[in-house]
């Protein structure tokens, strides 16, 4: 995260991650919210790749989150991320905010387990989790901005 830090020092905007997973802030363990369970499962219904997972819609309404993103942003972390080995991508698409800002959204899985919800964008300001309905592949996005 520090060569975040150092880019903005220099006016280049750069994603959040840089390739590089977000670092955990430990929170009090609490159940994931109604908006935020149906994020998970707009950008899981509408932008899967790769591997698939057991995970179901009551799976996803049961997740608790366990920490956030050290940069500020809202990703989310989930029950099992301690203990996650060999994380996939399970959806990789975009969303948009309120006022317009593009957000990029990645699902990682480990097993059968969702185990982080990664946001991203291209400014200064920590990626916020956009609205449900917002949520697109990348080829969709791309549709509507032609």
């Given at each position: 995260?520090?060569?975040?830090?150092?880019?903005?020092?220099?006016?280049?905007?750069?994603?959040?991650?840089?390739?590089?997973?977000?670092?955990?802030?430990?929170?009090?363990?609490?159940?994931?919210?109604?908006?935020?369970?149906?994020?998970v499962s707009a950008l899981l219904t509408r932008a899967p790749i790769g591997q698939s997972c057991e995970a179901s819609s009551h799976d996803i309404g049961s997740l608790t989150i366990v920490g956030k993103?050290?940069?500020?942003?809202?990703?989310?972390?989930?029950?099992?991320?301690?203990?996650?080995?060999?994380?996939?991508?399970?959806?990789?698409?975009?969303?948009?905010?309120?006022?317009?800002?593009?957000?990029?959204?990645?699902?990682?899985?480990?097993?059968?387990?969702?185990?982080?919800?990664?946001?991203?964008?291209?400014?200064?300001?920590?990626?916020?989790?956009?609205?449900?309905?917002?949520?697109?592949?990348?080829?969709?996005?791309?549709?509507?901005?032609?």
């Open positions: 995260m520090a060569l975040v830090g150092a880019l903005r020092t220099f006016g280049a905007p750069a994603p959040l991650t840089l390739g590089v997973r977000p670092l955990m802030l430990p929170v009090t363990p609490r159940p994931i919210a109604p908006i935020e369970a149906a994020a993103c050290s940069c500020g942003c809202e990703s989310l972390f989930f029950s099992g991320i301690a203990e996650a080995k060999d994380q996939f991508r399970l959806a990789d698409g975009l969303g948009y905010t309120e006022d317009g800002e593009e957000i990029g959204m990645i699902l990682w899985a480990s097993g059968s387990r969702i185990v982080n919800l990664e946001l991203y964008n291209y400014s200064e300001n920590p990626a916020r989790l956009p609205p449900p309905d917002s949520i697109c592949p990348f080829e969709e996005a791309r549709r509507t901005r032609e």
